[in-house]
């Protein structure tokens, strides 16, 4: 089993600063099958990229993702005040079983 | 537009069952694979089941197996998630999740219900 390991696991920034959140993979990630999903409080998850790189449908560019085999990052160019929340990770490239990050909490500094 | 909408939670003594059901709308059911992923008060994420979008694999966590069976109903357009001998560790809300692959299993999620809450205590 692949496990996930996101840092920082809080992160305090500013609307309008860069934000950069890491998962780093205990073993490599299949031809970079790896997804990033952001939580707000008392709501279900929301795809923002698969792929590693890939945004989904609707998502803003501001959010990027990169990264390969083990090490894998989401940048979020001007955060924008809807932007704090938690954002996990998700590999499926070794799965069953699918595999999250612990997530990383976005807060406003 | 895309919906899911899980029922079926509830408070529960340890060792009951519960059968949680989960009511897509807005794509063809049929041609996707479904998941169940849960979420322990102030924890992450934990994906918990998925079956093929015919029916013919079916998958589990560790954690889960040999007491959670899912299972679905093409022709209903639901998803069930059949829970036996519950644990207080099980205490989570429960999220159905649509898989993004058509007539395949791309193993992420691009749609989510709002959740279901079970409790085990």
């Known amino acids: 089993e692949i496990v996930l390991t996101q840092s920082p696991g809080t992160l305090s920034l500013s609307p309008g600063e860069r934000a950069t959140l890491s998962c780093r993979a205990s073993q490599s990630v299949r031809s970079s099958y790896l997804a990033w999903y952001q939580q707000k409080p008392g709501q279900a998850p929301r795809l923002l990229i698969s792929g590693a790189s890939s945004r989904a449908t609707g998502i803003p560019d501001r959010f990027s993702g990169s990264g390969s085999g083990t090490d894998f990052t989401l940048t979020i160019s001007r955060l924008e005040p809807e932007d704090f929340a938690v954002y996990y990770c998700q590999q499926y490239g070794s799965s069953p079983p699918i595999t999250f990050g612990q997530g990383t909490r976005l807060e406003i500094k | 537009q895309v919906q899911l909408v899980e029922s079926g939670g509830g408070v529960v003594q340890p060792e009951e069952s519960l059968r949680l059901s989960c009511v897509a709308s807005?794509?063809?059911?049929?041609?996707?694979?479904m998941h169940w992923v849960r979420q322990a008060p102030g924890k992450g994420l934990e994906w918990v089941a998925f079956?093929?979008?015919?029916?013919?694999?079916?998958y589990y966590a560790d954690s889960v197996k040999g007491r959670f069976t899912i299972s679905r109903d093409n022709s209903k357009n639901t998803v069930f998630l059949q829970m036996n001998s519950l644990r207080t560790e099980d205490t989570a809300v429960y999220y159905c999740?649509?898989?993004?692959?058509?007539?395949?299993?791309?193993?992420?999620?691009?749609?989510w219900g709002k959740g279901t809450t079970v409790t085990v205590s």
């Open positions: 079956m093929r979008y015919d029916g013919s694999n079916r």
């Open positions: 999740a649509k898989d993004r692959g058509f007539l395949e299993w791309l193993k992420y999620m691009d749609v």
């Open positions: 807005g794509f063809t059911f049929s041609s996707y694979g």
